[in-house]
């Protein structure tokens, strides 16, 4: 009776062991991409060029963070006052972020060219800047290409240092979202020739 109750504790400890391990490990897998500060800014960036904008920045701070500099804006100490604290995690969680904002910026553009209709123009914004999707659309898609170029570079150095392969295949997916979105700039429409005076 003794043994069966032991083994019946030991068998109990194990599955509480096992349980809480799962349970850390899927906690691990749900860590927001995306810094508190960041949320908040992409919240506050409702049209689309500035949406673009401030996911650039978010990227570029993870590169920093990864000493990969992509020769973006640099980021100054008076950067944290807006953007709060640098980004943290392990290497693999910081090259899983830029994966993922990539993906964000790509599925942001993609439901704005599904829906032209739903775009957002704020009514403070410089007039001679508040021309509309037909100009905000492509100036978006075109800022992230450029960034996209400059990215790939970084990218794949980061991918000859890379010696897990969860880490490679995180960056071969970011390198393929930014050679679709540099894929993507000859298929805008042509821009509409400058009137006198504007």
């Given amino acids: 009776m003794k043994y069966s109750t032991l083994y019946g504790y030991l068998r109990y400890t194990l599955l509480l062991g096992i349980a809480l391990t799962a349970m850390s490990a899927s906690a691990s897998a749900q860590r927001d991409y995306l810094t508190p500060e960041e ?23 993870r590169l920093q963070v990864l000493n990969a500099s992509a020769a973006g804006k640099p980021i100054s100490k008076k ?28 599925d942001d553009i993609d439901n704005l060219a599904d829906r032209p209709e739903s775009a957002v123009i704020s009514p403070n914004r410089d007039p001679r800047e508040n021309k509309g ?7 978006a898609v075109k800022t992230l290409a450029s960034a996209a170029e400059r990215w790939k570079p970084v990218l794949k150095a980061e991918m000859d240092r890379a010696t897990d392969s969860a880490e490679k295949g995180s960056i071969l997916d970011s390198i393929d979202m930014c050679d679709q979105i540099t894929a993507a700039v000859p298929k805008l429409p042509a821009d509409a020739p400058k009137k006198k005076g504007t």
């Fill in 79 to 106: 950067d944290s006052e807006k953007w709060g604290s640098p980004p943290e995690g392990t290497r693999f969680e910081l090259l899983l972020d830029i994966k993922r904002i990539l993906q964000k910026a790509i």
């Fill in 133 to 139: 999707y037909a100009v905000l659309f492509p100036k």
């Fill in 39 to 61: 949320i908040e800014l992409i919240r506050d960036a409702q049209e689309i060029d500035r949406r673009v904008d401030v996911l650039i920045h978010a990227i570029d701070r």
